[in-house]
């Protein structure tokens, strides 16, 4: 069992559709990261939150807009995507300081949403 | 740069087999390596980690050895089964501020058959 959720599992939605896919976590992380996977590729690194402030934008298209409204939860909203974007999004977390010994805690990932755009 | 190449797949084997998928890095600084595995329809999974040169990381029988001479993490496991099969990703981690960077390599699939 995964200690990141992700909701939901699949999205099917048109290019005009607006929806919001979210992540949540309750292991104390600080921070949070959204990821991009296509078909037999690593992932790709979207955004990353940290004390629940955006630190890194990887020139993401304004089409995908990441919330992160608490230190638990992690949302990425969605609008007017285009058939390229359909894909494995992943969430993931972390904490947060390298300085300290537990800053060498990996990533944990959740089991992603898998996107599909008509 | 930062990167990470991994030896490309698929990778085949009979079940038992030796398993070796080679990992090397290219990094300034002294990062820490991680191996992760991605079953089918599921995220990624830590498999093991090393954080210093010559630690060795080890997990459901998988081990890497972080070698700071070769910059290598090389993952190996002495008899695989059908239930290894998967894709691995070989990983650095670069952090600065608050937060972790993942840098992966492409990705290995291996496919075990009975």
New interface residues.
Partial sequence: DTEVTQTPKHLVMGMTNKKSLKCEQHMGHRAMYWYKQKAKKPPELMFVYSYEKLSINESVPSRFSPECPNSSLLNLHLHALQPEDSALYLCASSHANPGHQRGNQPQHFGDGTRLSIL | GNSVTQMEGPVTLSEEAFLTINCTYTATGYP?L?W?VQYP??????LL?A?KADDKGSNKGFEATYRKETTSFHLEKGSVQVSDSAVY?CAL?M????????I????T?LAVHP
């Fill in positions: 820490s991680f992760y329809g599921e995220g990624l999974q830590l980690k954080t990703f981690r952090g600065s501020g608050g937060y972790n960077k993942l992966f390599g492409a990705g699939r």
